[in-house]
């Protein structure tokens, strides 16, 4: 067990402190020391070139914020034990260890299973390492812990997750419509029949948290070039592994063939622990190394697809409202002439889709403001308040997506 403070110069928070020896036994873990080699923000740095920050980093931030939120809590009275404060770090830290190459952008591509489910297991397998350490944070994570409000500050729509990334992303991407005022709301939070809220008079606080998020979708994380090489990315894995499966010669790193060359179903993942300790064994460097190989494989289209991402020559996007059916078809019949494909092969050089964002889920859990009466009410219910029914509305954008 590591013994003294450990103090890392966070250039989002300045000197965050991790005092606790079970966190730095996590941190040094294998499993959580991967996240150094996975981005946090994909290949969005394809566009701000800054957002090269790591999945480490953020899952350091957000252990640190739960602490801040826990602490502010106490000063209202709202006292959580030793272990329940120490749980509620450990989630937090542990909530993206499940997260594979690239993140989001490969995510049901390479296994069946979500990442939160991965993180599950990670997190489980890392408790018995460690003689049970992690069973109140696995609770917590998991939703079973009697202490609502410790889920809810890991895990909801006003979590230490979304305002570490917020206040991350924005910093790195230059974005600064993203920066919110993550410590007054954590000032803000309150605790009422067990449920995490945020008293009234910080309202717009969270307003602004809500605004910042919807921004942030439709100028970063959806931004159209973004969407573009993510999209590539994922079909470069498609089709690597409709070759591999086929029976075709595909270069990869061991880890990546692994999932290459067979479907592992969900069960068969849950029942052996191979596949977890080689999906533990990867990184975006696996990806990022088979893809600059592939772009001498014998098959066209694999190689292309990777000269187009290794070279910046990305997908051409076209988003709109309204439906894109009939420039669909025109953009594939010129493009089938155009290259001399089959359609099998077309769907890799044209393709069309929808992507969504929705800002606040009126069907989720829900923020929960404490009224200077006493009342507790819905943030779409008070007064005044931005986040009404039209900002809760979920958007839909459809696009097409062709090769030069």
């Not at 020391?33 to 946090?40: A, M, S, T």
């Not at 957000?62 to 939120?69: D, E, T, V």
Request: charged share 25%; net charge neutral.
């Amino acid at each position: 067990m590591n013994i003294g403070v450990k103090i890392v110069n966070d250039p989002v928070y300045g000197f965050i402190k991790f005092p606790e020896p079970e966190l730095l036994d996590v941190i040094n873990h294998r499993w959580f020391q991967r996240l150094r080699r996975i981005k946090q923000m994909g290949l969005a740095d394809f566009v701000y070139p800054g957002a090269v920050h790591t999945r480490f980093a953020h899952s350091l931030g957000a252990s640190h914020l739960a602490g801040k939120a826990m602490d502010e809590l106490r000063t209202r009275g709202i006292e959580t034990s030793k272990d329940e404060y120490l749980a509620t770090r450990l989630a937090a830290l542990l909530h993206d260890v499940g997260h594979g190459p690239y993140s989001h952008s490969l995510e049901h591509t390479l296994v069946s299973l979500s990442h939160e489910s991965i993180s599950r297991l990670i997190m489980k397998r890392m408790n018995k390492e460690m003689g049970g350490v992690l069973d109140t944070a696995i609770q917590i994570f998991s939703r079973s812990y009697p202490a609502k409000y410790l889920h809810q500050l890991v895990s909801s729509q006003l979590d230490v997750d979304r305002m570490d990334y917020l206040n991350r992303d924005s910093f790195y991407t230059g974005v600064s419509e993203g920066v919110i005022g993550y410590d007054r709301i954590l000032q803000m939070l309150t605790v009422r029949d067990n449920e995490l809220m945020v008293q009234e008079k910080g309202v717009q606080s969270v307003e602004k948290f809500i605004i910042a998020r919807r921004l942030m979708y439709w100028q970063v994380y959806l931004h159209k070039t973004v969407l573009s090489t993510e999209l590539l990315l994922i079909n470069i894995l498609k089709r690597a592994r409709e070759l591999a499966m086929a029976g075709e010669r595909v270069f990869a790193t061991p880890a990546l063939q692994h999932f290459l060359a067979k479907d592992i179903t969900e069960n068969e993942f849950l029942a052996s622990d191979e596949h977890l300790d080689i999906f533990c064994s990867m990184d975006d460097s696996d990806i990022l190394a088979s893809v600059k190989v592939w772009q001498q494989h014998t098959d066209k289209v694999l190689s292309d697809l990777c000269k187009m991402i290794i070279l910046r020559k990305l997908y051409k996007v076209i988003f709109s409202s309204q439906s894109l059916a009939s420039n669909l078809e025109e953009k594939r019949e010129e493009i089938r002439k155009g290259k001399g494909l089959s359609d099998e092969e077309l769907k890799y050089y044209v393709f069309g889709g929808t992507t969504s964002n929705s800002t606040y889920n009126i069907n989720d859990e829900r923020i929960t403001i404490e009224t200077k009466s006493g009342a507790v009410k819905n943030i779409t219910e008070i007064d005044d308040s931005m986040v009404n029914q039209a900002l809760a509305k979920v958007v839909h954008k459809n696009y097409i997506c062709y090769a030069q």
